[in-house]
């Protein structure tokens, strides 16, 4: 059975993804970009599922693991097309969520 404090940090890692995501969202002035931003939750609550089912089957693992493969090219997408450089900030907050649920899930 798989160490429940790396997987409670990725847990903890991908809420706060979720909560830039929604402060993202709510500035955004580019409606066309929400169902991108959309997706993108979509895939933090996949991997998150993921995540929670690594307890069960290790082999969830994997498939998490590439749920924020796919998270942080989605995030990076948003970013190059992002119009306000004031936000910058949170998709680098985002991606350090990213990586730490990643280092956390392969500890």
């Not at 402060?23 to 993108?40: F, N, Q, V």
């Not at 350090?96 to 392969?106: I, N, R």
Request: overall charge negative.
């Amino acid at each position: 059975m798989p160490d429940s404090q790396p997987l409670a940090t990725a847990l903890a890692a991908l809420d706060d993804c979720a909560t830039v995501l929604e402060r993202l969202d709510a500035r955004c002035c580019a409606p066309g970009r929400s169902p991108r931003m959309r997706a993108l939750g979509e895939t933090l609550a996949a991997a998150r599922s993921n995540i929670e089912g690594t307890v069960a089957d290790t082999a969830s693992a994997d498939v998490a693991l590439v749920e924020l493969e796919d998270a942080g090219a989605q995030e990076g997408r948003l970013q190059v097309g992002c119009c306000a450089p004031d936000r910058l900030p949170l998709y680098a907050e985002m991606l350090e969520g990213l990586t730490t649920a990643q280092l956390s899930l392969t500890a």
